[in-house]
């Protein structure tokens, strides 16, 4: 018998069963809520609201930990490959050596994207942002696809998800060449997966490019860390549109859409641009610090703050080392590093930040890397994009095969006028014409 938690409504106790994670956590299921009391909850931004259970990621945000299936971070983002990662989090182990092998082969066979697509990108705008690109072209996808079902992600589940992690990549690649200008590049049987993205947005008609190995480390490691985040709002966008039984591409395809807002995974280009900015300025950090404490501005530390990490983002802390390795490595200095230092420095010594438990977010760090590495800021959230494709694909696959899944469909209190009559249009009067 579980633990039962009460409400008393009224004058009279209703009772609701307590579920318990794997890791302790604890939850009201108020399933029956609405069924037993005729009332529901309201959650603004569903702070409060588990909307699932799953066993894919697991974050203690008090105490900064990050767990794929079990398995550390830290671990993952200092051992494992991107690649092995994806494994881990569709299939729900690490694969042996040959499975790694045929997923491998897979990402490369898959590679490819149908000639007939290269049509579609002619048509942007030359000023279209690859974001706006890659969504619009994920969802196309479902025209050359049509038959991912539940069935493809338990049966083929290697092949469906596979095809998906290797075409994103090539998607966003010429995604990024149509913003600049550039004919796209085919991408490489020969080439390793994050090689290959390397390859696809940087070799021109007029210059080869060879990747550098400390560069294919970082972005593996920072793509290993965009891997998932159980449910954020872009995994909850790829939940909700999928619920209702759309198919895999158009449920990720609003996943991208709901990443590249500024609050989520746009964040990193929104970091760089506010970086770029006081550095413009004349790098006065206390000015910003101060902006982002004025409740009359709207201006917000871009990369702070966090919905559930209240202690430190453990993806940040790493992020921060690999910077400074990288720039160790290359120019030694960015002066734009170096305020973001400075921000982090005054911020975490700033009641302000310390009584909200604002810490840097893994978005504060990873755009100056991308920036070393030479990656353009209108690049950043697709690159978060392509890494954060496995955990959708994971996520969709949990809820399509749960057998109690439902359509997802909030319910709202309704706050706006009582019941009034219908009045012809040459009856009313004046600019208040509804009444
Ligand atoms: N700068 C200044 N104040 C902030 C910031 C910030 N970056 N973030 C939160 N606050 C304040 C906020 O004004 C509020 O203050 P008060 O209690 O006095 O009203 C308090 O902290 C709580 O903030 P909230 O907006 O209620 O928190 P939330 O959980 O709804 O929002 C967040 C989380 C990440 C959207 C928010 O912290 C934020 O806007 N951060 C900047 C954008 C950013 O870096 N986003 C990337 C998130 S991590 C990666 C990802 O999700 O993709």
């Known amino acids: 018998m579980s633990e039962m938690a009460k409400l008393e409504v009224g004058g009279q106790i209703y009772e609701f069963p307590i579920v318990v994670g794997s ?7 108020i399933s029956t809520l609405r ?76 590679s490819l994207i149908h000639e007939d697509m290269l049509q579609f990108f002619a048509h ?22 049509p038959h991912v079902d539940a069935q493809s992600m338990t049966e083929e589940v290697d092949i469906t998800a596979a095809r998906l992690i290797s075409k994103i990549r090539t998607l966003a690649a010429v995604a990024y060449k149509k913003s600049i200008g550039e004919p796209m590049v085919y991408p490489r049987h020969d080439l390793r ?43 909850s966008a790829v939940r909700l549109v999928g619920s209702s039984q759309a198919n895999l591409y158009a449920s990720i395809s609003s996943g991208i859409t709901a990443l590249w807002g500024p609050l989520h995974g746009g964040a990193n280009q929104a970091v760089m641009e506010m970086l770029e900015h006081i550095l413009a300025d004349g790098g ?17 530390l871009m990369g702070f703050g966090h919905r559930v990490y209240k202690n430190h983002d453990p993806r940040a802390k790493l992020l921060k080392n690999m910077c400074r390795k990288l720039l160790n490595k290359g120019p030694g200095s960015d002066p734009l590093f170096d305020i973001a230092l400075k921000l982090e420095e005054r911020a975490l ?13 893994v978005d504060f760090y990873s755009g100056l890397i991308y920036r070393s590495i030479g990656i353009p800021t209108s690049m950043f959230t697709v690159l978060f994009a392509i890494a954060r494709t496995p955990g959708w694909i994971a996520q969709w696959k949990e809820m399509v095969s749960d057998p109690d899944g439902r359509i997802g469909r909030p319910r709202q209190i309704y706050t706006g006028e009582g019941a009034r009559c219908y009045i012809p249009l040459p009856k009313r009067t004046g600019e208040s014409t509804g009444a």
């Open 35 to 110: 069924g037993k009391t005729g009332l529901i909850t309201l959650d603004v931004g569903y702070v409060n609201t588990g909307s699932c259970t799953s066993s894919i990621t697991y974050i203690d945000g008090e105490k900064g930990i990050l767990r794929y299936r079990g398995i550390p971070i830290e671990g993952l983002a200092e051992h494992s490959s991107f690649v092995e990662t994806a494994y881990l989090l569709v299939h729900g182990k690490l694969p042996s050596p040959n499975q790694l092998d045929r997923f491998s082969k897979l990402l490369t066979e898959f």
């Open 23 to 29: 890791e302790g956590e604890r939850g009201i299921d």
């Open 124 to 145: 942007f705008p030359p000023a279209s942002h690859p974001m706006n690109i890659l969504a619009s072209m994920v969802n196309t996808l479902a025209a050359f696809y």
């Open 284 to 300: 006065n950090v206390e000015k910003y610090i101060d902006m982002a404490k004025d409740k009359d501005n709207p201006f917000r």
């Open 193 to 235: 997966y994050c090689t290959n993205l390397l390859h696809m947005m940087f070799t021109s008609p007029v210059t080869a490019y060879t990747a550098d190995a400390d560069v294919v480390r970082a972005i593996d490691m920072l793509f290993i860390m965009h891997a998932d985040h159980e449910q954020n709002c872009s995994t």
């Open 349 to 361: 010594a700033d009641d302000y930040f310390v009584s909200r438990k604002l810490f840097p977010n």
